[in-house]
């Protein structure tokens, strides 16, 4: 680290100092009791109860208690003042006079007694036939909890704790009592003793409280400065067929698009996501807040996400989660890079105490196949999970989840240039875990992690039985090469977390690691002949990542209306690995079996019909010892953020985070977010940020080498790694980071608890993009290379839109109807092309721009109402999908065939993909509280996207477009709990 990068260091480390270390001093010997108390009680991490009005205008000489222990400040206690004082247990202590424990049942004379110690278990009061019970309600650490609403059930009797956690309530019946608090899951009690003691556990509600975005875990959604969308995985499940995590996003979030891709190698078995319409690796994903790592895979062919590395959602398994969390604004000033579209926290299950067991099974319609062979219907989908939770300790967890998921091949109206067109099949496996046991009263260990399995198989482009790829002795009518992979992803967090004193403290260390290893099968290597094998280890490549996290944070209820700071620091390694296949993978052989090199005579090259024979498994050529990468890198960052509440109607939030990457330098960014209640239900909010992404690894070190024939003679051609010197001879500089610009402008209104509205403007400027180029011809470098292809900080682009939601409900006697109306409009300009003197056709043409748009569709729309009554529930969504355009692959024909028109040749080159509706229906029967059965079909009308000719990217008749190829999809479902 650099001698700037250690003073910053130093200086923020003396600002933390200050910042949590700060306390106001008193000048004054005598001090009031109750100030005396608190002091005690946050030297001790302690708790004290009493009656106020025992203890008003009482002082105390607190000098003499600063040097002593807790034993000996009770001791003096009782020595120099007339109370008593008891321990309740659980580090609360009551304060009372002699006389007060007379008075205990006479509480309407006094209603600001707030605790008492109480020995008996007799829950009648001395003066009344009612029941009257007193506690205190605390949250995991042991932390009182105000204004939680106690409610007797079965009435309208109730009350509210007060600033220390504690109620008194006299019971009109023998009724159990509901505990309940924004940002805690809700608690029932049945009273048996006159003073209670109940501690909630935190929980996600939906609606209700903002997780991600906010370090300050008590902060309301519906107060938050910055959009966010909370989906309840368990609901959802209610009301769809989903099987993949991106499913479930991709239908609550309308600017998130999940496209499954068909013949492009490796983005048909891990899909590419994108959110906003930016890149699938613009958008960072969280694991319980802490950061997931990416797949080893790079987007290369024909794909959305061109150049980009995503993360596999579809890796973490639906039954593992409890709710997804979706920050919707730039958040790199607080979580660091990849974070510029928004943040995705996944919130794994904490249940306890329960077994939940389901099964799905489904289908698709598959009529639209030209080929009569073909069966009606295809896409088989089964999928068992099961997930289990046990307490551990008191307030302690482990939550087990198991999946199994198998999906067979679609197959939809192939081409001449690709028969087998359609989804990929695949069968995975995931085992998921996640635990919390305390330590002590306010110290917590945890862990959470997972691994997940994925054996997938894509059919590629056909090769004809009269091809020079094609050896007729061996597939005499031609053949579909068959591209499988082994995909594995593993991840482990182990971390601890509590208070000291005041303030929380949370350390943690996370690691995981992608594995994707290619099997090309169904295929041979032209040039060996008859005697090739039709199978190869083509080879594969693998991330790995590592981060350590510091995080601290507190909170300052007397600034102002409130006042929380957060600080942390990270450390993050990450490894990225390219390994070679076997040899026969991605060499060429001359007629006698020999190596191809540059002395081999052209008389000896395999030929076909004058065509030189390609070398290399078809369908994907393997990765050669050439290609082998195995680079690390480091990075160090630190973050600084607050809210204040200034008053209690404006809240204003900050963010700054230093981060330093080890190959490419610095950088800074910050943010700044408010919110302010213009009416007591209205609240208007704004954001300004800056953001960033480092370039991954695999985009400054991939590298494909591959053997090219040109004039009948090899030559080789790379994608050249950014890291290697002719890129620079071509001009291009060293990758270096995106930055972006982020703003955001949004209202929310709350009509009343059935209906309210959120609306959020944004615009996303981002400079220095990362992109894919053409291939360029190179023969003039002298560098032993014919064509290259690298990537480069390539254009700037700005998007902008808004995300839009209205929900309202109404309850009948004996049902209940809820809608939801939610969508997305957007737009996505390239404001410029960095191509510096090279032909900018070759480094980002129009075929490419429009594909990088095409990322960002214009709107989508989804309507969704559900209707519940008795143990039915009957769900319905309509989907409506933005029209879009794309480039095929006739923009590279001859201009003779378009009349000599460039004009007209991109006329014909265009693909129109006009809007479509979908529909998606699902019902449901509760037949008891334990077992449910649903069934369902989505895309009820076999609604297809506008057909194309054979020249679109995917060798079939469409696309990869948003609203999917495959039409309806009809499925069961069970579920069973005990």
């Known amino acids: 680290m650099t001698c700037k990068n250690i003073n910053l260091c130093t200086f923020c480390f003396f600002v933390f100092l200050f910042v949590f270390g700060f306390s ?471 971390g601890i977390k509590g208070r000291i004193n005041s303030l929380h403290v949370d350390f943690s260390n996370t690691y995981g690691k992608n594995y994707f290893h290619y099997f090309i099968k169904e295929t041979l290597n032209a040039t060996l002949l008859d005697k090739s094998p039709t199978e190869f280890d083509a080879g594969g490549h693998s991330l790995s990542q590592n981060a350590t996290n510091i995080d601290l944070s507190k909170n300052y209820n007397n600034f102002l209306k409130g006042l929380h700071i957060a600080m942390g620091l990270e450390n993050r390694i990450e490894n990225y690995k390219i390994f070679s296949g076997e040899l026969g993978s991605y060499q060429s052989y001359d007629i006698n079996g020999n190596i191809i090199t540059y002395n081999t005579p052209s008389n000896l090259i395999p030929t076909l019909n004058g065509k030189i024979r390609p070398g290399g498994s078809q369908g994907f050529p393997g990765y050669a010892p050439t290609n082998e990468v195995d680079r690390t890198r480091t990075s160090f960052s630190l973050y600084f953020d607050s809210e204040i509440d200034v008053t209690k109607k404006w809240l204003l939030a900050t963010a700054l985070r230093y981060e330093n990457y080890s190959d490419f330098g610095s950088t800074i960014n910050t943010k700044i977010a408010s919110r302010y209640k213009i009416l007591p239900k209205t609240n208007l909010r704004f954001s300004f940020s800056t953001g960033f992404r480092a370039p991954s690894l695999a985009q400054i070190y991939y590298n494909l080498k591959f053997t090219n024939y040109i004039g009948g003679n090899p030559v080789e051609s790379f994608l050249i790694a950014n890291n290697n010197s002719i890129t620079r001879k071509f001009g291009i500089n060293q990758l270096k980071e995106e930055r972006a610009t982020n703003y955001s402008l949004g209202i929310t209104h709350k009509f009343n608890n059935n209906l309210f509205f959120t609306i959020d403007s944004y615009y996303i400027f981002i400079k220095d993009r990362i992109i894919l180029t053409g291939n360029f011809d190179a023969s003039s470098l002298n560098a032993n290379v014919q064509n290259v292809q690298f990537f480069a900080n390539g254009v700037n682009t700005a998007t902008y839109g808004i995300d839009f939601r209205f929900n309202w409900s109404k309850q009948f006697n004996n049902s209940t109807l809820l809608t939801n109306l939610s969508g997305n409009l957007n737009k996505m300009e390239i404001t410029s092309i960095q191509n510096n003197d090279l032909h900018q056709e070759t480094f980002f043409g129009t075929r490419e721009q429009y594909f990088l748009k095409a990322s960002a569709p214009k709107y989508k729309l989804i309507l969704n109402a559900i209707y519940t009554f008795g143990n039915f529930t009957i769900s319905s969504s309509i989907t409506k999908f933005s029209n879009l355009q794309l480039i095929d692959w006739q923009i590279n024909k001859p201009l003779s065939n378009f009349n000599n028109s460039s004009e007209e040749r991109l006329r014909a080159s265009i693909d129109h993909y006009k809007s479509k509706y979908t529909l998606d229906s699902h019902i449901s029967y509760e037949i008891n509280k334990n077992f449910s059965f649903q069934v369902g079909v989505d895309n009820l009308f076999n609604t297809y996207p506008s057909q194309q000719s054979e020249n679109t990217d995917s060798g079939g008749v469409w696309d990869a477009v948003q609203m999917g190829t495959n039409g309806s999809f009809y499925y069961s479902k069970f579920l069973v709990k005990f």
């Open 24 to 494: 106001y001093g008193q000048d004054q010997k005598f001090i009031s009791l109750e100030e005396a108390l608190d002091s005690i009680s946050r030297k001790n991490n302690i708790f004290f109860t009493y009656n106020p009005l025992s203890i008003q205008n009482k002082k105390i000489d607190v000098i003499p208690f600063n040097a002593l222990t807790l034993e000996q400040s009770i001791s003096l206690l009782k020595k120099v003042t007339p109370f008593k004082v008891d321990y309740l247990g659980n580090n609360y202590y009551v304060l009372y006079l002699a006389q007060e424990n007379k008075l205990i049942g006479d509480h309407r004379k006094n209603k600001e007694y707030v605790s008492s110690h109480l020995t008996t278990d007799n829950t009648k009061s001395t003066t009344s036939n009612k029941t009257f019970i007193r506690g205190i309600v605390l949250d995991e650490f042991y932390q009182p909890i105000r204004k939680v609403n106690v409610i007797e059930n079965n009435t309208h009797n109730g009350t509210i704790t007060k600033n220390d956690g504690t109620f008194d309530l006299e019971l009109l019946g023998q009724n159990s009592v509901k505990f309940s608090h924004i940002g805690f899951a809700p608690l029932t009690v049945t009273p048996q003793k006159k003073f209670i003691r109940v501690i909630l556990t935190a929980g996600v509600q939906l609606d209700e409280v903002l997780i991600v975005g906010s370090r300050n875990n008590r902060r309301k959604k519906s107060d938050s400065p910055v959009s966010t969308e909370v989906i309840d995985i368990q609901n959802m499940k209610k009301k769809s067929g989903f099987t993949e995590v991106n499913q479930f996003i991709q239908s609550t979030i309308p600017s998130f698009n999940a496209t499954k891709q068909s013949g492009s190698d490796g983005a048909d078995h891990i899909i590419p996501a994108t959110y906003r319409g930016l890149g699938p690796d613009q958008t960072l994903v969280l694991i319980n807040g802490k950061r997931r790592h990416q797949a080893s895979l790079i987007n290369l062919y024909g794909t959305r996400g061109r150049g980009n590395s995503g993360t596999d959602l579809n890796a973490i398994p639906a039954s593992a989660i409890k709710s997804i969390e979706v920050l919707k604004d730039g958040a790199s000033a607080q979580y660091g890079s990849d974070a510029i579209a928004g943040v995705i926290n996944i919130v794994l299950n904490d249940n306890s105490n329960e077994t939940t067991v389901s099964s799905t099974f489904g289908f698709h319609n598959a009529n639209n196949n030209s080929d009569k062979k073909r069966k009606r219907i295809d896409g088989l989908t089964y999928k068992a999970g099961i997930n289990y939770g046990t307490s551990i300790r008191e307030n302690g967890f482990v939550n087990l989840s198991a999946e199994f998921l198998t999906k067979g091949h679609t197959f939809r109206q192939g081409t001449s240039i690709r028969n087998n067109y359609g989804d990929a099949a695949f069968t995975g496996s995931s085992l998921f875990f996640n635990s919390e046991i305390p330590m002590s009263h306010s110290i917590k260990a945890y862990t959470n992690g997972g691994y997940n399995y994925k054996n997938t198989q894509a059919y590629a482009f056909t090769r004809p039985y009269d091809s020079e790829r094609n050896v007729t002795s061996i597939y005499p009518e031609g053949f579909n090469p068959l591209i499988t992979s082994n995909i594995s992803d593993k991840s482990i967090t182990l």
